[in-house]
Each structure stands twice: as C-alpha cells, then as structure tokens.
C-alpha cells in the first residue's frame, strides 16, 4: 500500500515557476514507478510526466517538454515537479500517482495510487 501527500500548488502569474512536491508512505516507494496527472473541470485526468524507478527513464507530455522536469529522491520517498515558464492553459488540479511496477507509464489505468491533488491556478 502507498499513501501519497502532494504540495506546492498555488496561484502564480504566467511565465513563473513552481514545483510541486509528492510524498510517499510504504516501504514500496523505492520500486514504483511515479507519474504526474492533471485535470481540469469537466475534463478527463490526462497524463503530464512519469519517471521510472530509478529515475533513469522519463517522459512528458508534449505541451510540458521543455517546461516541466520530473525527478526523485528515493531517500526522501519524494518525487517533484519543477514546473517553469507557466501559461494560464497549465491551470488545473495535479494529481501525483504510484504504479506496483518499475517501468513510468502514461496511462492513468496503469497506477494504483494516488494522491488527493493540489491546485494550481496561472493568471494570465
């Protein structure tokens, strides 16, 4: 079982940087995969960023490549999202999510976990 507390989230004009931190219970952390979801209102959960367990793979949606980095820190039983360059069409709700294997995936069906979201909202 994993348990996870996302943090960061917040109102921020467009053009600046936050990075959004998930954090883990259950000794499993180590071994999953982690992805970062988003949704906005009336829309379905889509896929921003995974990372696999070492963090030796990553992937990004094509609208985050270039502004968005995922990484981890298996010590701390945390992955981030350093988002930059931030545009009004990044608003939503962001979802941190855990699979039971090691490989990143984009889909939502292939995470077990997840946690209850954090908001973040860019002015345009």
């Known amino acids: 079982q994993v348990q996870l507390v996302e943090s960061g989230g917040g109102l921020v004009q467009a053009g600046a940087s936050l990075r959004l931190s998930c954090t883990a219970s259950?000794?499993?952390?180590?071994?999953?995969?982690m992805g970062w979801f988003r949704q906005t209102p009336g829309k379905e959960r889509e896929f921003v960023a995974a990372?696999?367990?070492?963090?030796?793979?990553?992937y990004y949606t094509d609208s985050a490549k270039g502004r968005f980095t995922i990484s981890r820190d298996n010590a701390k039983n945390t992955v981030y999202l350093q988002m930059n360059s931030l545009k009004a069409e990044d608003t939503a709700v962001y979802y941190c999510?855990?699979?039971?294997?090691?490989?990143?995936?984009?889909?939502?069906?292939?995470?077990?976990?997840w946690g209850q979201g954090t908001q973040v909202t860019v002015s345009s």
């Open positions: 999510a855990a699979r039971s294997g090691s490989f990143a995936r984009m889909r939502t069906s292939e995470y077990e976990y």
């Open positions: 259950g000794r499993t952390f180590r071994r999953s995969a």
């Open positions: 990372i696999s367990w070492n963090g030796g793979t990553t």
